[in-house]
């Protein structure tokens, strides 16, 4: 296959394919592009050069565009956020104005809306499900909390969610085809995913594993370990050298974050878990407001998630991850579906055994929730040949569908007043 072949197949994978993809695309990209431009241009939540993190769900907009994050956690996310906000000072003429705030909303909505290609993508042309199933899932997921608010964001999360679900298309086409996962592909998956934040890397190698025969054939197995290496010396020799090559310093500032993340707090473990790890990402909760400052003087308000103070929250959130585990034991010897749930248990692990970061558990959808969407796709397919048990998926992921839509656009009724009153 000539270059001219493999960057047309390129193009086909990453953007819009058909005329109809191309309509979703440019849907979800006026109506995130709406919300996204009158906060931008009204509202100075979006950055703000006073305010370094968290003036809304923990988000660090000004220090992620500005430097990156920390190089523990975003170990190349500078590079990445270094363009960015170059990108946007051609337009604002160097100012961090409105219409600075601007170009980061745009670039944020046309990922996000990106990712929704890619996961239609890869309901219709991997698991192959009807259009009618597709957009249902679809548009479910449009409504999530974490798409909602990722759409306008600047944050590695953005990014993130883009890049993942692009790659588990990818991985899946070629594993339809029975074809390896190139090393470059893996090199460059390996920098874009894990150096947005390091934990991601992992998800990377997770569709080497269902290569065909690859534990069966040593030297498949051994192209296998190669390509892993190359990939993980790219990416450390990139990480290394942003360092200085100074790996002590990594190792006591990755104490330190866990320390800092890991904290316990008031809420039960349980209630972090469901109401901020699952359902966060999902479903708004109510909101609190803290006080804030920048340990410079300015203070500023934040906005902050409770947990569920009623019935209806949980029992979605039940609802929900029983299709998602229903999926998972109706589908267990499908490899697709084992890829995307190892990928889930990475971050279950992560945040709810290790419990890093739970607390504020509901910024990280980025990293995992497009994995509901899809595995609720896979429930459908496994009932292709059942009209009832369809007929009923239909019914309640329709009924979700919402009383999601209406809890989160009341929300964000209220996130509007909370701008209104304190980010004018």
């Not at 000539?2 to 086909?12: A, I, P, R, T, V």
């Not at 979703?24 to 995130?32: D, E, G, I, M």
């Not at 009383?403 to 509007?416: G, H, K, P, S």
């Amino acid at each position: 296959m000539n270059f001219k072949q493999k960057f047309s197949d390129f193009l086909k994978t990453v953007f819009p394919e058909t005329k109809f993809e191309l309509v979703l695309f440019l849907f979800f990209l006026t109506a995130y592009g709406i919300l996204g431009t009158s906060i931008a241009l009204n509202y100075r939540i979006i950055f703000d050069d006073r305010i370094p993190w968290d003036a809304y769900f923990s988000f660090d907009n000004r220090a992620i565009v500005m430097t990156g994050g920390g190089y523990e956690r975003h170990p190349l996310a500078n590079y990445f956020f270094d363009w960015l906000r170059e990108f946007a000072y051609l337009f604002s003429g160097g100012r961090k104005d409105d219409v600075f705030r601007l170009v980061l909303a745009w670039c944020s909505n046309i990922a996000i809306s990106l990712s929704l290609v890619q996961l239609y993508k890869y309901l219709k042309n991997i698991i192959n499900l009807p259009k009618k199933i597709s957009l249902l899932i679809l548009f479910f997921f449009s409504f999530f909390t974490t798409p909602i608010l990722l759409s306008f964001t600047p944050e590695t999360y953005t990014y993130t969610l883009l890049f993942l679900v692009l790659f588990n298309y990818y991985a899946a086409l070629k594993l339809r085809k029975e074809e390896k996962i190139p090393a470059t592909a893996l090199a460059l998956t390996g920098i874009a995913i894990g150096g947005l934040t390091i934990t991601n890397i992992v998800k990377v190698y997770i569709p080497l594993l269902f290569e065909k025969q690859v534990f069966r054939n040593w030297k498949k197995f051994g192209n296998l370990v190669l390509r892993v290496l190359i990939s993980v010396s790219v990416f450390l020799l990139l990480f290394f050298y942003r360092l200085d090559f100074k790996v002590l310093n990594l190792l006591n500032k990755s104490t330190q974050q866990y320390e800092k993340f890991s904290t316990h707090k008031v809420t039960p473990i349980w209630d972090m878990i469901v109401s901020w790890f699952f359902g966060g990402n999902m479903l708004f909760t109510s909101f609190t407001l803290r006080d804030y400052h920048n340990k410079k003087g300015f203070e500023f308000k934040a906005l902050f998630m409770e947990t569920y103070s009623s019935v209806l929250p949980y029992l979605f959130v039940a609802v929900i991850l029983s299709l998602v585990i229903w999926s998972y034991a109706k589908n267990f010897r499908n490899k697709f579906v084992q890829i995307l749930m190892i990928s889930f248990l990475v971050d279950i692990l992560i945040h709810t055994v290790l419990k890093f970061g739970l607390h504020t558990s509901y910024i990280y959808g980025g990293h995992f929730i497009f994995i509901v969407p899809l595995m609720i796709g896979w429930l459908f397919f496994s009932y292709k040949d059942s009209p009832k048990t369809l007929s009923s998926l239909y019914v309640i992921i329709s009924i979700s569908f919402f009383y999601l839509a209406i809890t989160n656009v009341f929300r964000m009724v209220e996130f509007f007043n909370f701008l209104e009153k304190y980010y004018r």
